[in-house]
């Protein structure tokens, strides 16, 4: 996954390139690049590393101004990350920036090279480059140019393109990964998602796969796959730049945990009528909910972590089945469903490569989907048959967080519709529930946010360590699961989660003196089992932290040091755990000096596969 921009109007293109590549970052930053129009035709700057390595070069390298241009900030696919392998690739007389992967460019290479085509990088992205203008010297028309180019490739890809013959002018062409056109009165946009030019316009049409976007400083035209025009109704953004900005905190991940109890009453409010379950904001008859016989909950990372904390509210409050799957593995399994199934697909960026594959998979099957969202009209929402919007707002840091726990209260208000329907609650259990989660989000939530000095604490003494274990039972093992990542992601910590009764089925055997493990024990009905496993470890030197209630002496007793949280309602503890286990992973890697926003490796939104 990359990030793309391409824009033509009235101010500087370098300066709007750039600034739209920092906010694309979170997609990719091991290289970056841009191409503009200069009197002296294509001018190109690539570097390796950070679009503030671009910015600089650029500075150097003098880019005389210009109103038009492409640029893309990389994650690495093919060919490691260089500046040779930055895009944009191409020719003298055609560039383009690439976010997807083409799966067939070897067969494109070879066909190529055999009509006199050498190439400088590793990329699939110049063979798509070069064919295009194969294509363009044999069509002589752009749009047929591009459609024939298209139409060869398999695999995914949203494409920027300037063409040298056409200065001010950018196309923009996709399949499978996201691009959008930003309509502005000081020129107009193309990226792969709104942030790029958001502080410039809210402004912005979506094509749909195969649609060519052609635009200039004032005109965006679209094409249809076989070239004809094509209307497209301008959309307005749901959020404002502002609320993509740190507002004053030293990362995003911790400004976004911080939003947490805004944005879980914020998502709450949005599926309930006085705290009861209302889904009629985008499923207005109940009926979807009917007659269901399996859930299978499909997705990647933390979004899967949000579907085993689902599992547990689903099974425990409406008894029904729920299988947690994910997303790369679901999809060519030969999964086995019923025709009374009901998948729920769960994604923060929509655009998971993996989790809408599944989707897709399922959708041939004919199987009722509810996909749970938090990006506005991205491919997953639009291609499920329902979809919850959950309200966190743009989530920037790689490591997701208060998507996770907003993706969580979802599943909980969900369980209790479920429960609804099976005649299982009676309306005043259903309110007590989502009350308590309602009331959790404006005092415990605070209290725990308030008071991290125990959790920095124990946060930098893991710190010094390469090892980190993760215990815990039911709904505590899921989110150790979950701290487990975050920890990884962020901090570069080796780290597992382990079914806490699981352990002394192998694992002991790793646990050594001042090994750290961290239980989590938040849920009453393990406490005797949970106290039995600290010191099953405790007696192997392990060096225990705890997460439990503030009056679970019976875990603290045994615990070496502890992060507690308030002791509420059985189904509002997993919030309150799991501000927790971010800050725990946040404080860890704030002591160990890390990039926090944007860790090694890693992107926001894995739109390949
Ligand atoms: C979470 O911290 C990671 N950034 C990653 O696991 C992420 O949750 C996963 O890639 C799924 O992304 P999605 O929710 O946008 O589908």
Not at 215 to 236: H, I, M, Q, R
Not at 237 to 247: C, D, F, G, I, R
Not at 298 to 306: F, K, P, V
Not at 431 to 449: A, D, E, G
Request: glycine content about 8%.
């Amino acid at each position: 996954m990359c990030g793309i921009i391409g824009y033509c109007g009235i101010n500087n293109a370098e300066d709007i390139i750039i600034s739209g590549l920092h906010a694309l970052e979170y997609r990719g930053y091991d290289s970056a690049g841009m191409t503009v129009f200069t009197q002296n035709g294509l001018k190109t700057i690539k570097t390796k590393g950070r679009v503030a390595d671009l910015e600089n070069k650029a500075k150097i390298m003098f880019l005389e101004p210009s109103g038009c241009g492409i640029g893309h900030t990389r994650w690495a696919t093919h060919g490691k990350p260089s500046e040779t392998n930055a895009h944009p690739h191409g020719t003298e007389s055609v560039m383009i920036v690439h976010n997807g992967i083409i799966e067939n460019y070897n067969e494109i290479k070879k066909f190529l090279s055999e009509r006199g085509y050498g190439f400088l990088s590793e990329t699939d992205t110049e063979v798509a480059a070069k064919l295009l203008d194969y294509e363009y010297k044999n069509e002589k028309d752009k749009i047929k140019a591009i459609i024939n180019t298209v139409n060869q490739l398999k695999g995914s890809y949203a494409f920027g393109i300037v063409f040298k013959d056409e200065p001010g002018t950018v196309y923009g062409v996709k399949k499978d990964s996201p691009l959008l056109a930003g309509l502005s009165g000081q020129g107009n946009f193309i990226a792969s998602d709104i942030s790029a030019f958001l502080k410039y316009t809210g402004d912005y049409i979506r094509p749909e796969d195969g649609e060519i976007i052609r635009l200039t400083s004032d005109s965006v035209s679209v094409y249809g796959p076989e070239g004809s025009p094509v209307e497209k109704k301008a959309e307005k953004a749901l959020w404002n730049s502002a609320a993509a900005e740190k507002s004053g905190f030293r990362h995003f991940m911790l400004k976004e945990i911080f939003e947490e109890p805004k944005v879980l009453n914020d998502t709450f409010d949005s599926i309930t009528k006085d705290s009861y379950p209302d889904f009629s904001e985008t499923i207005p008859d109940d009926s979807f909910f009917e007659g269901i016989g399996t859930i299978h909950i499909i997705a990647c990372g933390t979004a899967m972590h949000a579907g085993l904390i689902g599992k547990h509210y689903i099974e425990k409050l409406a008894r029904i089945p729920v299988n947690v799957e994910i997303a790369s593995e679901f999809r060519y399994k030969d999964p086995i469903l019923s025709k009374n199934d009901m998948v729920i697909v769960i994604s923060q960026s929509g655009e998971t490569a993996d989790s809408l594959a599944a989707l897709r998979l399922v959708n041939k099957m004919n199987i009722k989907t509810l996909s749970v969202v938090n990006t506005y009209g991205s491919t997953i929402a639009r291609e499920s048959s329902h979809v919850i919007y959950t309200k966190a707002g743009p989530e920037i840091a790689v490591a997701s967080t208060k998507a996770f726990s907003v993706q969580a209260v979802v599943m909980l208000i969900l369980a209790l519709k479920l429960s609804e329907i099976q005649g299982r609650l009676t309306k005043e259990e259903i309110l007590k529930i989502s009350s308590s989660f309602k009331n959790m989000t404006k005092t415990s939530l605070h209290n725990v946010l308030c008071n991290t000095q125990n959790i920095e604490r124990a946060a930098a003494t893991t710190a010094k360590h390469q090892d980190v274990f993760f215990i815990g039972r039911g709904y505590d093992n899921y989110l150790g699961m979950e701290a487990s990542l975050k920890l990884k992601e962020i901090s570069y910590i080796h780290s597992e989660a382990y079914a806490a009764g699981e352990l002394k089925h192998g694992t002991i055997s790793l646990i050594e003196e001042n090994t750290p493990v961290i239980a989590i024990a938040t849920n009453k009905d393990f406490y005797e089992k949970m106290r039995s496993n600290i010191e099953e470890v405790r007696s192997r030197g392990a060096y225990v932290i705890s997460i439990c209630t503030e009056n679970a002496d019976i875990i603290k007793n045994v615990s070496d040091a502890v992060m507690t949280i308030p002791d509420d309602d059985e189904f509002s503890k997993p919030f309150t755990a799991a501000a927790v286990i971010q800050l725990f992973a946040y404080y860890g890697a704030l002591a160990l000096g890390r990039d926090i926003d944007k860790p090694r490796n890693l992107a926001k939104s894995v739109t390949v596969e």
